[in-house]
Each structure stands twice: as structure tokens, then as C-alpha cells.
């Protein structure tokens, strides 16, 4: 019994020494999980033997163990058992997702593969197929003319005179508008009835038509040749009027019909279809007798006040504006003449006299536009509204008011017609400058590096050069080189040796006559204008302008030089002679997207 009493005894602090060695080993045993998850179930059980030991201080550990066990009880081997469960499940989840991880990598790389492979073999593709099959639009380089032009509007400036009378009548004029006339002359006549002045016209048409054909009848003597003419001129003049009248020019297209009925009847002469015209003369001349019988009385004539050009209309701006204005006319002030304008009431006016063949006319524009404008230079004026397409005006003034954004401008003008004498406001074209070259699409443009020789000062200023070119020394230059150095050497020599052998009282003379030779060059040489140096020219390689031109299947690039853009358009100039710039019909792409010198193409153009 007191066997079983020690032994009993001995018992309760073993059981709370294994007992806290089983709770240090269970936390052990997490710990050493936490950072081996991978170790079985038997080196979790094995762990507690340690704390056991330094619990009981005794060296019997495995006896210790199995006692700890026994006294933990149930309890504690199924803590054992779901500790190691856990452990278990933990060890597989932390496998499971490396190892799926690792395969996701791997088909994240294959698919980046094939869709990189599969864009380069697209993209080589599509330049394999655009290189060889794709087609190139192009447009030939053809010359043609471009104008520069400014839209305005004009007013004409004149020093003119007012003609008037106090009698009252039917005014017919004598002179044809724009006509010029002299101080004194007749240039309108007054009669009592429209009757009177209709006959008097008559009358000026019935002689007219007897003049004309009168002419004609030389026209039997016409030579084949003579005939070719007429039918030549009856073809221009029918050009002629097929332009007027869809242009609406009536009084030109009334003129033109008039000289095509007397070239067909003087065809009709000279063909021998008729004999003449005396018939219808006779006719005429019957009708004139008749008409100057019934209208005896005599029209009142008005005259001129002073020479200069007669315009047979007034429109109120007389005396309103005048060329003394030009010099200090503005804006400003030509507004307030227009608000001042009014048409003419007078019933006494006749019409006018413009004191001289130069006349003026003035527009306004923006000050942006006029800055284009130099004083002094000549222009051409299209005048749309007249019968004369152009005319030529020197650029006088540009006038500026308290409005700076506002410019007048002063054209004078020494050309005057009958059309250009009723001409007062209307649209005017001003054309800037006139352009000439190879018409392209400035879709075409595009640049390349060239190598181009350019002289040697104008290199550190041009920022298009990308390199200079080094210069290639040859040995056959080198050669070249040194004989022509010294060939002219040993001629001079042999000229000093022959003098030499002369007397010296011969010599002398002789170089006397020399230096005075040499001299004379030397003034002669004084006297001659230096000629200027020619630049020393460099091999660069530097941006070029040009296109893009098909020949054959392949895409050369060509120089060109703009001078003129507008509306998608450019004109363009070229070198003669140089096979590096764009020629006369050359095929031109318009559209360098994918281009490049050099290209080789299977497609058609």
C-alpha cells in the first residue's frame, strides 16, 4: 500500500508537469507547423518529448510520455487527432496552389506568344500584299497658270465736266461713248420730235450701208487666196459671236453679226453667186432721198466745253469725288461720300467730259490684304461687269483712316475705251501675281534626304542639312593634279634662258618694251571690273521637297520646288536637265502613305 501510495503520490506532479509539457509541445508543435507545414503526423507527436523531459527533470522519457498520454486522456488524443487533420489539410491547400499558379503562368505566356506571332505574320502579311498587289493612285504633272487674286470693290475717279442745256427736244448723241473729243466739237445734237431724230438715225444707217457696199464691189476681183481669207474671217467671227452671246454681251454680239452679213455677202461677190449689190443700193440710196426730203429741219447741236473723252451719261459722283481727294482719300471719307450720293435730277444734263485719258479707281480692303500690296508696282484689274477682261493699273496710294484695320487703295489707270467710260462701281479681281509650273495635289508632297551640293556659306544657316558628305579623293585626280602643276613651270623657264643670250645693250629695249607691255596689262587690269568669286560648292545630305513618282513598278523619289499653294492644290517648279527633279508628265502618287524610294510594287498604277 505504501508502494501504491508513493507511486500514487508520485504521480499528481508528474501529471501536471506532462500536462503543461503537452500544452508547451501542442504550441511547439503549431509553431514548428507554422513554419514546416510539410512534416507528418509522427514528428508532431515527437515534439512533446522535450518539453516533457525538462518538466520532470527526470531521464525516463519515454515512460513520462506514455503517462502524459494516459493521464490527457481522450481528450487530449483527439486534440492530437484534429490538430493533426488540420495539419494535414493545411499541407495539401498551400501544394494545390502553387501548382496551380505555376500552370496559369505558363498558358498567360503561350497565349502572349501566339498573339504577338500571330500580329508580326498579319503585319508582314498585309506589306507582303500592299507591296505587290496593292494599286497606286497618281496624277500626271501638267503645266498650267495659276492666278493669285483679291476680291473688291471698285469705284472709278475721274476729273469730269458736266455738259447742260436748257432745250428741250430728243437728244441724240454724235459721238460714241467714250469717244474723244475737242473743245468746240459737236457731241450731241437736240431735235423738235422723236420723228426727226429717228430719221436722222436712219439716215447715218442707210449711208453706212451704201459705204459697205460700194466696198464690195472690188471683191469680184478676189484671188483664191482672197477667198480663203474671207471664209477664215467669217469662221472667227462666228466663234466670235457664239462668246457673246453666252456672255451676254448684246452690243458685241449686235457688231459681230453685222461684220459676219457683210463678209457673207462679199463672199457671195467673190464666189461669182452674185454679180453685186447695185439693186439694193439703189434701193437705199431712194429711201435717203425721201427722208432727207421730209425732215428738213435742222437739229440744234450742243459742244464740247473743253477736250478730254465724252461719256453720254451721269450718275451723281461728278462732283462728289475728283483726283484732287486721292492723295488723302480714306475709308472713312469715301463711306461718307456714298451716304451723300444721290442720282441726278437735273433734266438740263446731257451728259459729261472726262478731262483726261487717265483715270483712277479706289477700293477698300483689309488691312491684312493690303499689307500683300507694294506702292508703285502694276497690277491687273479684271473688271467682270465690262466688256474689257483686264486692264492694267499702277498702285498709287494706300490710304489709312482712324480705322487701322481698314486700307484705301489707289490704282491709276491710262487705258480708255467706250466700255471703260460709263464704268463707275463694281466688282473688281486684282490679281497679285500669276503663277506657272506643274499643277499637283498637295496630298502628294512629302520630303526626303538627298544628297545635293550647296555652297559652303549657306551651310551653317540651313537647318535641313542632316550631314556633310566627305569629300573621295582619287588617285587619277591626284595624278591629274600634280601634272597640271607642273606643266606650266618649265614653259616660263624657257623664255628668260633666250633672253639671256642676247647682248645687253639689245637686252634692254626689249625689257623695256616688256615691263611698258606688262605695265599697260596691269592698268588694263585695274580698269576691268573684278568678277565675283563663285562659291565654293559642298556635298551635303539634307532634306529635300518633293514626290513621289511611279516608273514602272517601282516608287522613285523626285525633287520639286513649291511656289504656290491654295485649295489642296500646289504649283510646282523644276531643274531642266536634272534627273533628280520631277519632269513634264511624269505619274506623281498622290497619296505617299506606305511609299519610299526605292519600292517595288506588283500592283497597277
Not at 64 to 74: E, I, L, P, R
Not at 78 to 85: E, I, L, N, P, S
Not at 304 to 311: A, E, H, K, L, T
Not at 474 to 481: F, M
Request: proline letters at 4%; glycine letters at 6%.
Amino acid at each position: 500500500m505504501a508502494e501504491k501510495k508513493k507511486s500514487g503520490g508520485a504521480k499528481k506532479p508528474v501529471k501536471s508537469a506532462k500536462s503543461g509539457a503537452s500544452k508547451s509541445s501542442a504550441k511547439t508543435a503549431g509553431k514548428k507547423y507554422q513554419s514546416e507545414p510539410t512534416r507528418s503526423r509522427t514528428a508532431h507527436a515527437g515534439r512533446t518529448a522535450p518539453g516533457a523531459e525538462r518538466s520532470a527533470g527526470t531521464g525516463k522519457t519515454t515512460k513520462t510520455t506514455k503517462t502524459a498520454a494516459a493521464a490527457k486522456g481522450t481528450g487530449s488524443a483527439k486534440k492530437r487527432t484534429d490538430f493533426t487533420g488540420a495539419s494535414k489539410r493545411k499541407t495539401a491547400d498551400p501544394k494545390k496552389k502553387v501548382t496551380v499558379t505555376s500552370l496559369g503562368w505558363s498558358k498567360v505566356k503561350t497565349v502572349t506568344v501566339c498573339v504577338v506571332a500571330a500580329l508580326v505574320l498579319a503585319y508582314v502579311g498585309w506589306e507582303i500584299y500592299y507591296s505587290y498587289y496593292a494599286n497606286i493612285d497618281y496624277e500626271k504633272a501638267l503645266t498650267v497658270t495659276v492666278l493669285d487674286t483679291i476680291e473688291a470693290t471698285g469705284i472709278a475717279v475721274r476729273d469730269e465736266s458736266v455738259v447742260t442745256t436748257e432745250q428741250t427736244g430728243v437728244l441724240v448723241s454724235t459721238v460714241h461713248n467714250g469717244g474723244k473729243v475737242s473743245k468746240g466739237e459737236t457731241v450731241a445734237n437736240i431735235f423738235r420730235s422723236s420723228d426727226a431724230a429717228q430719221a436722222y438715225l436712219r439716215l447715218q444707217e442707210i449711208d453706212e450701208e451704201i459705204a459697205q457696199f460700194e466696198s464690195m464691189s472690188t471683191a469680184a476681183e478676189e484671188s483664191a487666196g482672197g477667198i480663203a481669207s474671207i471664209e477664215k474671217q467669217l469662221g472667227e467671227r462666228m466663234v466670235s459671236l457664239s462668246r457673246n452671246v453666252m456672255g451676254g454681251d448684246i452690243s458685241s454680239a449686235c457688231a459681230t453679226s453685222d461684220d459676219i452679213l457683210y463678209l457673207l455677202n462679199k463672199n457671195q461677190i467673190a464666189t461669182k453667186v452674185t454679180d453685186g449689190f447695185d439693186n439694193r443700193i439703189n434701193e437705199l440710196k431712194a429711201e435717203r432721198d425721201q427722208l432727207a426730203a421730209q425732215y428738213t429741219a435742222q437739229p440744234t447741236g450742243l459742244t464740247s466745253p473743253r477736250s478730254g473723252y465724252y461719256i453720254n451719261s451721269v450718275d451723281g459722283y461728278e462732283t462728289l469725288l475728283s483726283t484732287d481727294m486721292l492723295p488723302t482719300l480714306t475709308p472713312e471719307m469715301l463711306d461718307d461720300v456714298r451716304q451723300r450720293w444721290s442720282e441726278p435730277v437735273n433734266a438740263w444734263t446731257v451728259g459729261k467730259i472726262a478731262d483726261d485719258y487717265i483715270w483712277n479707281i479706289v477700293c477698300e480692303l483689309p488691312a491684312k490684304e493690303a499689307e500683300r500690296f507694294t506702292i508703285g508696282k502694276k497690277y491687273t484689274l479684271h473688271l467682270p461687269w465690262s466688256d474689257v477682261e483686264s486692264v492694267d493699273a499702277h498702285l498709287r496710294y494706300i490710304n489709312i483712316g482712324t480705322d487701322e484695320e481698314r486700307m484705301l487703295l489707289v490704282f491709276e489707270c491710262s487705258y480708255m475705251v467706250s466700255e471703260l467710260a460709263a464704268v463707275r462701281e463694281q466688282p473688281i479681281t486684282i490679281e497679285l501675281a500669276r503663277y506657272t509650273g506643274m499643277q499637283l495635289s498637295e496630298s502628294a508632297f512629302t520630303r526626303n534626304i538627298c544628297t545635293v551640293s550647296v555652297p559652303e556659306d549657306t551651310i551653317a544657316s540651313d537647318s535641313d542639312i542632316v550631314e556633310i558628305v566627305p569629300e573621295e579623293k582619287k588617285e587619277e585626280e591626284a595624278g591629274n593634279t600634280t601634272a597640271a602643276t607642273t606643266a606650266p613651270t618649265t614653259a616660263p623657264t624657257t623664255v628668260p634662258t633666250t633672253a639671256s643670250t642676247q647682248p645687253a645693250d639689245t637686252a634692254q629695249p626689249d625689257d623695256t618694251a616688256a615691263s611698258a607691255e606688262t605695265n599697260a596689262g596691269e592698268g588694263s587690269a585695274e580698269q576691268q571690273p573684278e568678277q565675283p568669286k563663285k562659291p565654293k560648292m559642298v556635298k551635303v545630305r539634307k532634306w529635300c521637297d518633293g514626290v513621289y513618282i511611279v516608273w514602272g513598278n517601282e516608287v522613285i523619289f523626285k525633287r520639286v520646288e513649291v511656289i504656290y499653294r491654295k485649295d489642296g492644290k500646289m504649283i510646282c517648279t523644276t531643274k531642266a536637265g536634272d534627273n533628280s527633279w520631277i519632269k513634264l508628265y511624269d505619274q506623281v502618287a498622290t497619296d505617299t502613305r506606305g511609299l519610299y524610294d526605292g519600292k517595288i510594287f506588283g500592283g497597277t498604277v
